[in-house]
C-alpha cells in the first residue's frame, strides 16, 4: 500500500523505490509516532472531524500496533515505505475503512518532524542518565584523591602541583556542561510542537493546536507551518551536543591514555578494560580509550554533515531532510555504547599516588619562588626572570632549587634569605592556592559544588 499513488500511472522503479525507501532506520520512531497519531486522532474528535466512536477505534488500532512492535511481532510489508507508512497499513489491517480518516489534515511533514523532536526528547533524558554515571565515577576518583599530588601540565610539559581530585574534576565540569547543555537544548524544544502545521502551509481543520502541543508534553506550538515542517534546528543542536560530549570524553581518553603509559605509570586500568597484543605480551592497550578519543571524530563527522545538508535547501520541507535521522541515531547508540564502559574503566582503574608524587620536581615551583620575591617586594615582570635564573643554575649544577646553597642564590639576587626554602613544599604550593576553584587548595568548597550540582539531579 503506498499512501499516494493516485495520481500515478505507473509504479516506482525498484531501485529508487530502494533509495527512498526508510524504514530500515526510522522503525524507531514507532513509539513516538504512535503516541503521535494518537494524540492527532483525540486532537479531529475535539474538532469533531471525528465522531468518539471513530476516534475510540483508532486509539485502540494504534495501541495494538504499539503492542505488536514492543512484542516483536510486526511485521513489515514490502510497500512500507517509512514508520509513518507502516503503521498506518497495519493500522488499516487492524480498524478497517476508518483507519483512513487518522491523516486528516495532516502530512507527513508535520508528522515526522513532530516524531523526531518527541524521540529526541526522550534519547536526551536516557544520555543523561549515562553522562551522570561517568560523572558519578569522576566524583569517586576525586574523593579517593583529594590529598594526591600530581603535576598538572600546560603543553604537556609539567607545570605546577595540582591535586589528582582537581585533575579529575576539571574533568567532571566539562561533562556537568554537558548535561546542562542537553537539559537546556530540551526544555526551549518543549516550546514548538510543529504538529498541525500540514504539509507546509498549516491544517484547514480547527484544531487547537495549543493543546495538542500540551497532550504530547509540548509547553507550545509553532509560530510558522512552514518554518516548522523543515525546521532541523533541533536536530543540529542535539548533534553539536554529542559531538561537543565527545570531544570532552576524547581529552579525558587521552589524559588517561597518557598517564597509563609506563613511561608516566599514574593510573593502571583492570585488565577488564584493557586488552592484550597479539603479538607483545606485556602489552596492556587502552582501547576503550582510543575508542572514545575516536568516536569524537565520528560525532562531530555527524554534525557537519547534517549542517551540510540543511546548508541552501528552499523553503518547505524537501526529503533531503530524512538525511538528518541516520546521523542522530548513531550519534545516540555511539555514546550509549561508549559511556558504560567508560564509567567502568574509570571506576575500576587504580592511581599510583607514589608514582604521580614522584614525577613532581622543584622546577614546577618556580612560580611560587617568583610569588616569594614578589613578597618582598620585587614586581613580578623582574621576579619571574630572576627565578628563571635560578632554574637555569639549578639546572646547569644538576641539583634541585632547595639543594642551591645561598651563597648561589645571591649571586641572583641578594633579595633571597634561607626562608626561600620554604618556597619548596609542593603541599604548601598547592594549598597557597585556595582562591575558589583554585588549583587545590579548598577542596571541600570545590566539592560542595559538584555535590549541589548532583543532588540538583536526583
Ligand atoms: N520519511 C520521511 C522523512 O523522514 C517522512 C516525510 C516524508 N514526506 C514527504 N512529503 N515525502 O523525512
Redesign the pocket.
Known sequence: MTLWGGAFSQPTDDAVRRLND?LRF?WRLYDVDITGSIAWAWALADADVLAADECETLVGGLEQVRAEFHAGTFVPAPGD????TAVERRLTEIAGGVAGKLHTGR???D??ATDVLLWLLDAQAKLIAHLLELAQALIAQAQQHAGALMPGYTHLQPAQPVTAAHWWLSHFWALARDIERLEQLADAWREKCPLGSG?LAGTPYPIDRQALARRLGFRGCTANSLDAVADRDHVAECLFALALAGVHLSRLAEDLIIYANPAFGFVRLDERYSTGSSLMPQKRNPDPLELARGKAGRLIGHLSGLLTTLKGLPSG?N?D??E??EPLFDAFDTLLALLPPLAGLVSSLDMDTDRMRAALNEAMLATDLADYLVGRGIPFRQAHGLAGEVVRLAELKGVELSALALEDYHTISDVFETSVLDVFSFEAAVARRGVVSGGAGDFDEQMQRVQAWVSRRQ
Do not use: C, F, G, P
Not at 81 to 84: G, L, P, R, S, T
Open positions: 526508510s526510522d515505505e517509512d514508520i509513518h502530512s507527513r511533514n508528522q515526522v504539509a520541507y526529503k531532510l530524512q538528518d535521522k
